[in-house]
């Protein structure tokens, strides 16, 4: 799974986030296929934020 904290515990920089969108890009060809990509990633984020608060998804 994906850790967005770099070794140091710090989030990743915004050079180190857009490198990472621009790999996951690559495999986006359709709008369909962006539109699954964008809502896999609200529920990963999501889940996250429950974990972090405590509350359930």
Do not use: H, W
């Amino acid at each position: 799974m994906f850790n967005p904290t770099s070794k140091a515990g710090y989030f990743m920089d915004e050079k180190q986030l857009q490198a990472l969108a621009n790999e996951l890009a690559k495999n986006l060809k359709t709008p369909d296929a962006l539109n699954q990509f964008d809502c896999l990633l609200k529920k990963i984020c999501v889940a996250r934020i429950c974990r972090f608060t405590g509350g359930a998804a």
